[in-house]
């Protein structure tokens, strides 16, 4: 096993972590802009208020998308086991 082969293992390692957490990251982003923005406007500064949306958000976000995010990460680990025997040599 290379160097460059571990890289490489670990480059798509990487991108696959990403692709996999973006949906979740990007959607809990938007509704701490939206309660920050109406905290703003209403001059409520109560800290746990952010936590209760993006709790339903992200929930929701798992729900819709736990089909897909779960057969993306297991063609990964399948090409991952698959292709041990050329990692071996």
């Not at 802009?33 to 952010?50: D, G, K, N, P, R």
């Not at 990460?73 to 050329?86: D, K, R």
Request: proline share 4%; net charge positive; charged share 10%.
């Amino acid at each position: 096993m290379s160097q460059d082969l571990v890289i490489q293992i670990f480059r798509d390692f990487l991108k696959s972590t990403l692709v996999l957490m973006s949906p979740l990251l990007l959607a809990s982003i938007v509704v701490g802009l939206i309660v920050s923005v109406f905290q703003a406007a209403t001059q409520i500064h109560e800290m746990t208020l952010v936590f209760v949306p993006k709790i339903l958000v992200i929930s929701v976000c798992l729900i819709v998308l736990f089909p897909w995010m779960m057969n993306f990460a297991i063609s990964f680990t399948v090409n991952i086991i698959s292709n041990i025997p050329l990692y071996v040599r």
